[in-house]
């Protein structure tokens, strides 16, 4: 089994950057790809970004493209999400979660999210 711990969310002003760390534990994570996504109440979890198991391989959702990076450090198993340029409709719950390699369940595992606010 894998575990995530999201952190690293807060309460910051429009333009303003955020760094959020995902933790994963139980057994390294390095085969994984590795995604966030985020959630504001009433509506479905969106797709923010994802990263290849090597960190050669990156995708982000259109509203973040330039803004966000998301990176991966195996030997820490560890995954980050670098968000600058914040804008108040980022508000929302980041997950981090995890999708392992020949599974029947596209990311299997999750964290329990971060909140990040971002005010006007």
């Known amino acids: 089994q894998v575990q995530l711990v999201e952190s690293g969310g807060g309460l910051v002003q429009a333009g303003a950057s955020l760094r959020l760390s995902c933790a994963a534990s139980?057994?390294?994570?390095?085969?994984?790809?590795m995604a966030w996504f985020r959630q504001t109440p009433g509506n479905e979890r969106e797709f923010v970004a994802s990263?290849?198991?090597?960190?050669?391989?990156?995708s982000y959702t259109d509203s973040v493209k330039g803004r966000f990076t998301i990176s991966r450090d195996n030997s820490k198993n560890m995954v980050y999400l670098q968000m600058n340029s914040l804008k108040p409709e980022d508000t929302a719950v980041y997950y981090c979660?995890?999708?392992?390699?020949?599974?029947?369940?596209?990311?299997?595992?999750w964290g329990q999210g971060t909140q990040v606010t971002v005010s006007s």
């Open positions: 990263i290849s198991s090597s960190g050669r391989s990156t």
């Open positions: 979660a995890a999708d392992a390699p020949n599974s029947r369940i596209s990311y299997g595992y």
């Open positions: 139980g057994r390294t994570v390095s085969t994984y790809l």
